[in-house]
């Protein structure tokens, strides 16, 4: 087998290997973003309990002070009817006053923060069930790569093998020449050389439909070790078994073409102007005589 013909088997292979490393791969990013999800979820609500525990401390440092707040007072109710000095009496007044006002200012912001921490708590609670749903989907992703790795498992071993028993058929030079292109075109990389017309020399790029020199195809269907690339597309080019067929069927149409003007320059054509020219001119000779 020739470079090309390495190259065809090669080429085939590796696509069928791309084709199921492509479903794996599928399968294995749809379930790398769904532990993604779930991981950012996770810390989301760590972020949420850290923040639940922080109300919930603060709170009951208000309540704290509430309870601090209205022990003082209290105490100094007492201080307040066993006093009989009228500036101490006003100094427990003025006291008690400064108190109450502290305390219904604590008790409103730990309402607020009692109402955040509820607030809160219902975010967390919303957030399990998104979890609960979320944890669904990544198991059945799950589900989904381990059933694609045991159907392509063990052809895509196999086909990897063959693979790599094709490129060894390949000299290096080739070979990486033929994986550059591989992976620049997603696995097409060879191309069929289309003929347009044999009788005009015109060919093209069966994938990219660029013209593609007479030299090229005189030389690919001369020899199969030629690696010739696509000047547009850098695909390699090659003849097919169709291709082939098309030119051996046109060179005996041309080689019979001369032959056939022979016949006719000799007459073996009576619908020919050299015959019709011939007949006329005997007409003329037998009406004169």
Do not use: W
Not at 33 to 55: G, H, I, N, P, V
Not at 106 to 113: G, N, S, T, Y
Not at 132 to 147: G, I, P, S, Y
Not at 224 to 243: N, P, V
């Amino acid at each position: 087998m020739g470079l090309l013909d390495n190259l065809l088997t090669l080429h085939r292979v590796d696509a069928q290997v791309r084709a199921l490393r492509t479903r794996v791969d599928s399968a294995q990013t749809y379930f790398n973003r769904q532990e993604r999800e779930l991981a950012l979820l996770a810390k989301q609500r760590t972020d949420l309990e850290t923040q639940l525990k922080q109300l919930k401390a603060v709170v009951h440092g208000f309540e704290t002070d509430q309870a601090a707040a209205q022990e003082r007072v209290a105490k100094l109710r007492n201080e307040l009817n066993t006093s009989t000095n009228p500036k101490q009496y006003q100094a427990i007044l003025n006291e008690m006053k400064v108190l109450e006002n502290q305390k219904d200012d604590v008790v409103k912001r730990a309402v607020e923060e009692m109402t955040r921490a509820e607030e809160t708590q219902k975010r967390i609670d919303l957030h399990a069930a998104t979890v609960a749903e979320r944890t669904k989907v990544r198991d059945l992703a799950k589900a989904k790569l381990d059933e694609c790795l045991k159907d392509v498992g063990d052809r895509l071993g196999e086909l990897e093998q063959e693979r790599r028993r094709a490129a060894d058929l390949i000299p290096d030079r080739e070979r990486k020449v033929f994986d550059r292109v591989a992976e620049e075109t997603e696995g097409e990389a060879m191309a069929d050389i289309t003929i347009v017309s044999l009788r005009h020399r015109e060919f093209a790029c069966g994938s990219c439909n660029i013209e593609v020199p007479f030299e090229t195809y005189a030389k690919l269907s001369s020899t199969s070790d030629a690696l010739i690339q696509c000047k547009a597309c850098t695909r390699i080019l090659y003849l097919s078994e169709e291709s082939r067929s098309a030119s051996s069927e046109e060179k005996p149409k041309r080689a019979k073409a001369p032959a056939a003007g022979a016949a006719a320059a000799a007459g073996g054509d009576p619908d020919s102007p050299e015959a019709i020219a011939r007949d006329k001119a005997k007409f003329e000779k037998t009406r004169k005589l």
